[in-house]
Antibody, heavy 115, light 110 residues
Framework: EVQLVESGGGLVQPGGSLRLSCAAS????????MHWVRQAPGKGLVWVSR????????SYADSVKGRFTISRDNAKNTLYLQMNSLRAEDTAVYYC????????WGQGTLVTVSS | QSVLTQPPSVSEAPRQRVTISCSGS????????VNWYQQLPGKAPKLLIY???LLPSGVSDRFSGSKSGTSASLAISGLQSEDEADYYC???????????FGGGTKLTVL
């Protein structure tokens, strides 16, 4: 069974940093592209970033470019999102999703940026 | 404002058919595949349609997708109360070099 479990969310002050993790199981993690998608409270889905299967290629939404870094450790079956210079508008539930079509999603982890 | 445009809400009676539109441009829908997601209240999104019109395993054939030019549609037939959810379209955008989502459509089954 495919499982994606996010962790690392929490309350952080503006300007602070946080690293999210997404632990994958039930499939060959190293064979799949992976995404991060976020959803602000009461709002729609917004794509954040994606990474190819071996980590050599990444893409970012303009709103996070230069502040967020996506990475992966295929030996640990884990996807990461390093978030720096956090802003109030980054407050959201962050989901990881598998493959180019986002065929499986985790349950999400809530990031709250507030003083 | 989302790059892909969806109606904020649609409603229809049980057992009827409803369609949800998704309008884009040549840099996204016009040149790339469209995927559709269902998000039940309080839950993570679920893939409903991929590559414009393909159903993932386990998804009811009451759901169908289509695309023409720079627009796509999701159709749901035989509406049931459990179909009440938010529905999102998505596609890769070549100009933005990123994935774009529609703003979402809330389906109410009357």
């Amino acid at each position: 069974e495919v499982q994606l479990v996010e962790s690392g969310g929490g309350l952080v002050q503006p300007g602070g940093s946080l690293r999210l993790s997404c632990a994958a199981s039930g499939f060959t993690f190293s064979s799949y592209w992976m995404h991060w998608v976020r959803q602000a409270p009461g709002k729609g889905l917004v794509w954040v970033s994606r990474i190819n299967s071996d980590g050599s290629s990444t893409s970012y939404a303009d709103s996070v470019k230069g502040r967020f870094t996506i990475s992966r450790d295929n030996a640990k079956n884990t996807l990461y999102l390093q978030m720096n210079s956090l802003r109030a508008e980054d407050t959201a539930v962050y989901y990881c999703a598998r493959d180019l079509v986002c065929d499986y999603w985790g349950q999400g982890t809530l990031v709250t940026v507030s003083s | 404002q989302s790059v892909l445009t969806q109606p904020p809400s649609v409603s229809e009676a049980p057992r009827q058919r409803v369609t949800i539109s998704c309008s884009g441009s040549s840099s996204n829908i016009g040149n790339n595949a469209v995927n559709w997601y269902q998000q039940l209240p309080g839950k993570a999104p679920k893939l409903l349609i991929y590559y414009d019109d393909l159903l993932p395993s386990g998804v009811s054939d009451r759901f169908s997708g289509s695309k023409s030019g720079t627009s796509a549609s999701l159709a749901i037939s035989g509406l049931q109360s459990e179909d009440e959810a938010d529905y999102y379209c998505a596609a890769w955008d070549d100009s933005l070099n990123g994935q774009v989502f529609g703003g979402g459509t809330k389906l109410t089954v009357l």
